[in-house]
C-alpha cells in the first residue's frame, strides 16, 4: 500500500479539492489494527467547515468486524477520485474523534491537515469553459448544449444542467459536438460516451474522440487553448 506522508499544510487548491468532496462521494479507507491493514470501501457524508469530516461506517456484513481498527483517536487514510476537473487521486490522514450509531453508523473524524494527489490521466487536460452543441452521430437527433469543462487530444470532460429538459446522452452512444467558439461552427468533434457521473446541480460526461488527434489540434489551437 502507497504511504501517505505526514507533511502539514493545506494550500488554498488543496483546500478547493477537499470542498469539492460531495455527499454520496465513494471513499477508500485504509484502516489498521494491531494485527492487519486493510483497506474498505464506504462514502463521504459530508463536513462542518474545517472543524471536522463525516463518513458512513463501513458495512461490515461485507468487510468484516471493524470495530478492531476503527475506533476514537485512530488514525485512518482516506482516499477518494477527483475526476470532475482534474483526474485525480485525493488521499490524506484523519484521526477518529468520535463513532456514532443511532441514527445511523457514522464516523467522525478530524480535518486533514495535509493532502497528497495522483493524477490518473496519461495526459494533462486544459481546463476550459466553451459551450457546445451535442447531436447523436448515427441519427442526427439533437442532444442539446452543455459545456466543455477540460479538453485533450484524445477527450474531454462535459458538463449539462441537471434541470434542462430535452434528451441526454447515453453511455457508449458516439455523439457529434460542435464547437459555438469555433468561426463559422467549421469545427466537430466526434467522440463516444465513456462514462457518466453526477452531482447535486450537473450531470458529467468523458467522451473519447474519435476525430484524429491532429483535427482535434486544429481546433485547440483556434481556441488559444495550450497544455503545459
Known amino acids: ?12 487548491e488543496d483546500l478547493r479539492k477537499i470542498r469539492l468532496m460531495r455527499p454520496g462521494t465513494p471513499v477508500d479507507l485504509q484502516v489498521t489494527s494491531a494485527s492487519t491493514t486493510k483497506r474498505v470501501r464506504t462514502e463521504f457524508v459530508g463536513m462542518d467547515g474545517t472543524r471536522c469530516m463525516i463518513i ?12 478492531d481498527a476503527i475506533y476514537t483517536e485512530n488514525t485512518l487514510v482516506v482516499r477518494y477520485i477527483l475526476e470532475d476537473d482534474t483526474g485525480e487521486i485525493i488521499a490524506f490522514k484523519v484521526k477518529v474523534t468520535l463513532i456514532l450509531t443511532k441514527p445511523t453508523h457514522l464516523i467522525f473524524t478530524s480535518f486533514p491537515l495535509a493532502i497528497q494527489s495522483h493524477d490518473l490521466r496519461a495526459e494533462q487536460r486544459a481546463q476550459t469553459r466553451i459551450a457546445v452543441s451535442l447531436t447523436d452521430n448515427q441519427h442526427g437527433t439533437s442532444l442539446g448544449d452543455c459545456i466543455v469543462r477540460d479538453l485533450s487530444l484524445k477527450g474531454c470532460r462535459i458538463s449539462i444542467d441537471k434541470g434542462r429538459q430535452g434528451l441526454r446522452p447515453a453511455v ?5 459536438m460542435q464547437f459555438a467558439d469555433a468561426a ?9 460516451i465513456m462514462n457518466n457521473k453526477a452531482d ?9 474522440f474519435e476525430t484524429n488527434e491532429a483535427e482535434v489540434a486544429k481546433l485547440m489551437q483556434k481556441l488559444m487553448l495550450a497544455i503545459n
Open 172 to 176: 457508449k452512444q458516439q455523439i457529434k
Open 200 to 208: 447535486e446541480v450537473s450531470l458529467f460526461y468523458g467522451i473519447r
Open 184 to 192: 463559422q461552427g467549421e469545427y466537430v468533434l466526434v467522440g463516444t
Open 56 to 67: 458512513r461506517f463501513p458495512d461490515e456484513s461485507k468487510w468484516g468486524s471493524l470495530r
Open 1 to 12: 500500500m502507497a504511504i501517505v506522508l505526514d507533511n502539514v499544510g493545506l494550500t488554498n
